[in-house]
């Protein structure tokens, strides 16, 4: 069952969830910046380590209005559904999920109440408003379809096979909403993504990691040999491709999401280090690339992912703007720019994170 758009989708009360987040922060901005969409964003936030309300400042301030905050938590169906009355709201955008696989490794328990039950509750909660109800679209991950070879792209038929407590939870997050649009007509789209750089990203992940860590003289932790491969794709790419499905896709379609762009992590490290040795040079003088340090591989670590984001060129004719050169040189720039909004990480969560993973 497939139903054809006849015309671009327009949303007047649209949910995200997770909109405090790294992808869901900038998402919001992308649609506030005059990209199509004059109505009304509702942002579900649960606010946990990595939802940070300083990455929405601006938007508060400058759309009294069309922009509205409800601090909650996904697996609260009872205030879900009042926040969906509240607001008339006629479309998710649901980014919100435990998102780290280190941390689904120590706790899984918490991936399955947010990425599986918290989905379950917004599926029902959006399945409740009936025929005011027009679109839920699920922001997934490539993690979903298991590690590749040496060659090959995931596709959307690619079969599942999630090797992290992470994935398997977004897995069957994935299955939720495909049985709720089966199952109950409920209309709704998945996307399936590459790892995503850019602004506002915790600085648990790779790249703000390393970033941070050699402005700040420590080791830059790269797991077993380094050659992992991830397909790269910059987080303003990733939005546009969302707000392309969102309006313009097929109800009841995947769509996978990428950048073009696979690179081994210990490149990704040592490009890093190149850039900052050019605009931020050490005190000592040292090159970055002697802070690296490898350390013990993670269990279950996925060798390559690598997406065919065919069927959405194709189809809709979507295509990533940013090469992954300049995609990560803005983004270098855009760390050392917002030195206000380092400081507040550090001092804060980003702070507690480290000394729980690296004791410093």
């Given at each position: 069952?497939?139903?054809?758009?006849?015309?671009?989708?327009?949303?007047?009360?649209?949910?995200?969830?997770?909109?405090?987040?790294?992808?869901?922060?900038?998402?919001?901005?992308?649609?506030?910046?005059?990209?199509?969409?004059?109505?009304?964003?509702?942002?579900?936030?649960?606010?946990?380590?990595?939802?940070?309300?300083?990455?929405?400042?601006?938007?508060?301030?400058?759309?009294?209005?069309?922009?509205?905050?409800?601090?909650?938590?996904?697996?609260?169906?009872?205030?879900?559904?009042?926040?969906?009355?509240?607001?008339?709201?006629?479309?998710?955008?649901?980014?919100?999920?435990?998102?780290?696989?280190?941390?689904?490794?120590?706790?899984?328990?918490?991936?399955?109440?947010?990425?599986?039950?918290?989905?379950?509750?917004?599926?029902?909660?959006?399945?409740?408003?009936?025929?005011?109800?027009?679109?839920?679209?699920?922001?997934?991950?490539?993690?979903?379809?298991?590690?590749?070879?040496?060659?090959?792209?995931?596709?959307?038929?690619?079969?599942?096979?999630?090797?992290?407590?992470?994935?398997?939870?977004?897995?069957?997050?994935?299955?939720?909403?495909?049985?709720?649009?089966?199952?109950?007509?409920?209309?709704?789209?998945?996307?399936?993504?590459?790892n995503n750089y850019g602004p506002y990203q915790f600085p648990e992940k790779l790249i703000p990691l390393v970033i941070l860590n050699a402005l700040a003289g420590k080791q830059l932790p790269v797991y077993g040999d380094g050659k992992n491969i991830r397909d790269w794709l910059y987080v303003e790419?990733?939005?546009?491709?969302?707000?392309?499905?969102?309006?313009?896709?097929?109800?009841?379609?995947?769509?996978?999401?990428?950048?073009?762009?696979?690179?081994?992590?210990?490149?990704?490290?040592?490009?890093?280090?190149?850039?900052?040795?050019?605009?931020?040079?050490?005190?000592?003088?040292?090159?970055?690339?002697?802070?690296?340090?490898?350390?013990?591989?993670?269990?279950?670590?996925?060798?390559?992912?690598?997406?065919?984001?065919?069927?959405?060129?194709?189809?809709?004719?979507?295509?990533?703007?940013?090469?992954?050169?300049?995609?990560?040189?803005?983004?270098?720039?855009?760390?050392?720019?917002?030195?206000?909004?380092?400081?507040?990480?550090?001092?804060?969560?980003?702070?507690?994170?480290?000394?729980?993973?690296?004791?410093?």
């Open positions: 069952m497939r139903t054809k758009r006849k015309s671009r989708q327009e949303f007047k009360n649209l949910l995200v969830t997770g909109g405090c987040g790294f992808i869901g922060s900038n998402f919001i901005r992308y649609l506030m910046a005059n990209n199509g969409f004059s109505g009304r964003i509702i942002n579900v936030d649960k606010l946990t380590y990595a939802g940070n309300p300083e990455n929405l400042e601006d938007i508060t301030r400058d759309f009294p209005g069309r922009y509205y905050f409800e601090k909650a938590d996904i697996c609260d169906a009872a205030k879900l559904t009042e926040i969906f009355l509240k607001y008339d709201i006629d479309a998710v955008c649901h980014f919100a999920a435990e998102s780290h696989v280190d941390r689904s490794i120590k706790d899984p328990g918490s991936f399955i109440q947010t990425n599986i039950i918290g989905t379950f509750n917004l599926l029902e909660t959006a399945k409740a408003r009936g025929d005011k109800f027009q679109l839920f679209h699920h922001v997934s991950t490539d993690e979903v379809y298991g590690s590749l070879g040496a060659e090959g792209l995931f596709r959307e038929d690619t079969p599942y096979q999630p090797n992290s407590p992470y994935s398997a939870s977004k897995a069957a997050s994935d299955h939720l909403v495909r049985a709720y649009f089966k199952t109950f007509g409920l209309p709704a789209t998945i996307s399936n993504c590459s790419d990733h939005c546009d491709a969302i707000w392309t499905i969102m309006t313009t896709g097929n109800i009841g379609e995947t769509y996978n999401v990428g950048g073009n762009a696979e690179i081994e992590n210990i490149t990704i490290v040592q490009m890093i280090c190149v850039i900052l040795d050019e605009i931020s040079p050490a005190l000592n003088k040292k090159p970055h690339r002697e802070l690296i340090t490898f350390i013990k591989d993670r269990p279950g670590h996925d060798r390559r992912y690598a997406i065919d984001f065919g069927k959405l060129h194709r189809e809709l004719g979507w295509s990533p703007q940013e090469s992954f050169k300049s995609g990560l040189q803005r983004t270098v720039n855009w760390y050392l720019q917002q030195k206000k909004w380092v400081e507040n990480i550090k001092t804060g969560a980003y702070l507690s994170w480290m000394k729980e993973h690296y004791g410093s």
